[in-house]
């Protein structure tokens, strides 16, 4: 992808071919609907969320989505299971795009991470 300074999300996944701009539409509208106080932002280049801190990011690549968030390894402790059959890291989950999106799967992941940041907040 071209170096580009996107000024929003709409603009971010514009540059998307529209079967990877769709899925990219899918974890936001999840993400909205499980954290609709949550701000919409662009942070790193990609779209990202914060609620008391920052939530949960996501990006789009050729092969895959990938979702990631503030190191947390009780995250990974949670879903340790149903995190086997993804590739991941201390602080990205990447969902290959040959396979539908976990939409269950994320929407819990981002009530997690909501949980984690009210309990910091506090």
């Given at each position: 992808?071209?170096?580009?300074?996107?000024?929003?999300?709409?603009?971010?996944?514009?540059?998307?071919?529209?079967?990877?701009?769709?899925?990219?539409?899918?974890?936001?509208?999840?993400?909205?609907?499980?954290?609709?106080?949550?701000?919409?932002?662009?942070?790193?280049?990609?779209?990202?969320?914060?609620?008391?801190?920052?939530?949960?990011?996501?990006?789009?690549?050729?092969?895959?989505i990938s979702l990631?968030?503030?190191?947390?390894?009780?995250?990974?402790?949670?879903?340790?299971e149903e995190l086997?059959?993804?590739?991941?890291?201390?602080?990205?989950?990447?969902?290959?795009?040959?396979?539908?999106?976990?939409?269950?799967?994320?929407?819990?992941?981002?009530?997690?991470?909501?949980?984690?940041?009210?309990?910091?907040?506090?």
């Open positions: 992808m071209a170096k580009t300074n996107f000024q929003s999300v709409d603009q971010y996944q514009g540059t998307f071919p529209p079967e990877i701009a769709a899925r990219l539409e899918q974890v936001r509208t999840m993400i909205r609907e499980v954290a609709p106080d949550a701000e919409e932002v662009i942070s790193y280049q990609i779209p990202a969320y914060k609620y008391q801190g920052f939530l949960v990011y996501y990006s789009g690549y050729k092969n895959h990631s968030y503030p190191f947390s390894a009780a995250l990974l402790a949670e879903f340790k086997a059959k993804y590739k991941v890291s201390k602080s990205a989950i990447q969902f290959p795009n040959s396979e539908p999106l976990p939409l269950s799967l994320i929407k819990r992941i981002v009530r997690f991470r909501l949980q984690e940041n009210k309990a910091k907040a506090k």
